[in-house]
């Protein structure tokens, strides 16, 4: 499939990944619904963009508001030929003992189910486009190996990246010309993760020196994406971890402790007792 002229759906795209996929895909002629809950935010993709962009403030863990939205879409491009989600939120490094309910049902809320859901309702009119549609769903490299103090998150991502896979499948029957690409990425330099750089006590420039620019990767998920593969994995390091876990799983789940756990334990001394280190 081209981007020029096709109209796509980027959720998340008032910051980081969405937003510089959104800027990217206009930028090749696309035109673009960009969603996000954040109305400032989507405010600066829309100046960032330019023409060919309208924005919606949508919250996708809200089932009423998502199943709704396609007609939106449609009322304002006449057509959608894609989905690109890319919304979701982070762990705040929060051990599996001390996070809240309230705080396990966002990350799935927002990370899987909204995922889920903004895909069901935009399945059967991509289904009708006449040359197919295109689907992506973002995962992450929690879903290779597990990641300390983000247990909840990792499942999230875990769950998203097999529920593309599933979809992938599913289409080859029912939708053959709608396809799904499922994308891992590794450290991706965003406001997130410089926020969690700091929060850890990680050198800024260190971090970003190792991580990909979010606009190179924003270009290769969209080309993988309208390639139509069926999975994407981007950066050295989420890479490395997939290669580490074919030789060894224990291995790669070590040498995460190791490297991320230093930072995560180190900072955060509650991890030590059950039950203390809540955060709201």
Known sequence: MQTAGKVFVVTGAGNGIGREVAVELVAQGAIVAAVDINEDGLRQTADTAGARISTHVLDISDDDAVAAFPQTVIDAHGVVDGLFNIAGIAQDCESTSGITPERIDQLMGVNFRGTVAMTRAFLPHLAARPDGGRIMLTSSMSALVPVPGAAVYGASKAAIAYFGYG??????????????TTVIPGTIWTDIVCNTAQTMGVPVAAAKAFAMPARKAAKKMI???????????????????????????????????????????????AFDT???????
Do not use: C, W
């Open 167 to 180: 979809l992938a499948q599913d289409l080859r029957r029912q939708s053959p010309s709608v396809k799904a």
């Open 223 to 269: 080309a993988a994406t309208m390639k139509g593969r069926t999975s994407l994995i981007i950066g050295k390091d989420a890479h490395f971890y997939r290669g580490l876990s074919r030789i060894s799983s224990r291995l790669a789940e070590r040498v995460s402790y190791l490297q991320v756990g230093t930072f995560v334990y180190r900072q955060n001394s």
């Open 274 to 280: 059950f039950g203390t280190d809540s955060t709201p």
